[in-house]
């Protein structure tokens, strides 16, 4: 597996493992893109269109980091057209996330609430692990996982 990274200051010595490159670079040649980085003046609206062009149509978008990165509008057109193949996203640039927003609607979006940082720390993620876990023997055994958002496949 390779590693690719962009930051404005380079954060990652090379290691054989990480590599630093542009974000350009780091878009277009990624199968996985996925955003970790605070919210400034020089990040808001950092990932648009054009950086969603740039994105392999195979590729999987995820933001953790804070929704105001990403032109939430740019990434819904992105989706339904195909430059891109799914996202994943537990932050939005209005949160909460609006009951009719078109995230909510496609197929090819995962969407949580807001959870990869929560405070409680291992209690809250092995709570998590198990839900997970169990969704996904629910879902080996033909039943249907809890709390689903979208539809199976």
């Not at 670079?25 to 970790?36: G, Q, R």
């Amino acid at each position: 597996m390779n590693v690719l990274a962009y930051a404005r200051k380079a954060v990652v010595q090379p290691d054989g493992f990480v590599k630093m490159t542009d974000i350009d670079y780091l878009v277009s040649a990624s199968d996985i893109v996925t955003v970790h980085a605070s919210l400034n003046p020089q990040t808001k609206q950092l990932i648009d269109k054009e950086v969603f062009k740039k994105i392999k149509n195979t590729s999987l978008f995820i933001n953790t980091a804070r929704g105001g990165i990403v032109n939430e509008k740019d990434l819904i057109g992105a989706l339904k057209i195909g430059d891109i193949a799914g996202a994943c996203l537990d932050v939005f640039e209005s949160e909460p996330l609006s009951t009719d927003s078109e995230l909510r609607n496609l197929s090819n979006v995962i969407l949580t609430p807001l959870t990869a940082g929560m405070p409680d720390g291992l209690k809250f993620h092995k709570k998590r692990y198990d839900f997970v876990m169990n969704n996904i023997k629910r879902v080996e055994n033909g039943e249907e996982p809890e709390s689903k958002r979208n539809q199976l496949l």
